[in-house]
């Protein structure tokens, strides 16, 4: 039989590779952002969903103080020492490399371990490939060396591999999701306190991953620039972070502010406020309200954060067509990428039809969709539980 899953591939390449069965298997998933974007760094909200597309690692322990590890969509396998100090270079062993720092600059003591790693996170595309990789790595480390799994610290550790190391100053959203994701919910985040709140997905709508294509290098992107100029606006204000200003202040700012910094640090403000909405109307089952939301939170990224492109605003364009379609907007950094919405279950296979004729239709490009589950954050099975599953 072919095997058809990550998990199953890399069960099977550790068996064939090793001649035995890996001690452990991690899987730790990609993410989708419903709403509150580029809001983490400003120390504000957000509210992802862990989703049903991850990474894989199957692994057990080796006495040697290195780690030999086979990526299978990358073809290549990489032995790192542990106890060397390590040199920077580039490709996906970068991650590897950047955490094992970190650890070592934490403290954390580590051992070694052979393993295999696949995945179906779509690379580039705003679903948070590398927060699951960084992720799964760190779940492999702290099972082989006995860490008590703290998912928060886990996430900055990551964050901060992926910060210092690779050099993009990104917030933690990402890492929090993946690690701290729950089936069936959303997760909001308190970026500042790192305090997570379960709001459970209402029956009768489905999620749906909009895929434009189109790809994006977030270190050479604009992500950066935008970072520093909400940083100089809370600064200028005398304040920690964006999330420390409301609209009333700002708006009294306005004619001291660079009116560049102004459109920034507006699109901060509201999105925060409109993630605490978007929470309360999920509760209530007010979806229209939540739709609403989502858009006005796409039109603000286009118009005063302007992350969106012109593939971006057609896809939310063409799902904002169909029926059923409560809301529609960009998702994750921007610059390309993929557009999130939000679907009345009913309607979920004509939408999925219908958006991606019109997208070709007005663009000449196929589009990709996901219908996602909300899955659960960063696990890690024993030999005995995966041999059952
Ligand atoms: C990327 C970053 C996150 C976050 C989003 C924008 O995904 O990794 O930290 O800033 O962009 O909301």
Redesign the pocket.
Known sequence: MVPSSPREIVLKCFEERYGNAPEYLVRAPGRV?LI??????NEGY?MPLAIDYAVWIAFSHITEPEVRLHSIDFNQSVVIPINHVLTKSDGWSEYLKGLISIFKKSKLEIFGWKGVMAGNVPIGA?L?SS?ALSLAITRVFGTISNWDWNPSQMARICQLAENQWIG?N?????QMISALGQEEHLLLIDCRSLKTTPVPLPEGVRVVILDTGTRRG?VDSA?NERRDQCESVATFLGKKALRDVSYKQLKKAKVKIDPIQFKRALHVVQENNRVLDCAESLRLGNLKHVGELMNSSHISLRDYFEVSCEALDLMVESALAVPGCYGARMT??GFGGCAVALVETKYTENFVKKVLKSYQNATGQKALLYVCKAAEGTSVYSKKEFAAQ
């Open positions: 952002n509150g974007e580029h809001t983490d760094y957000v705003g948070s927060a993009v990104c917030g933690i959203m990402d977030l992500y994750g950094a």
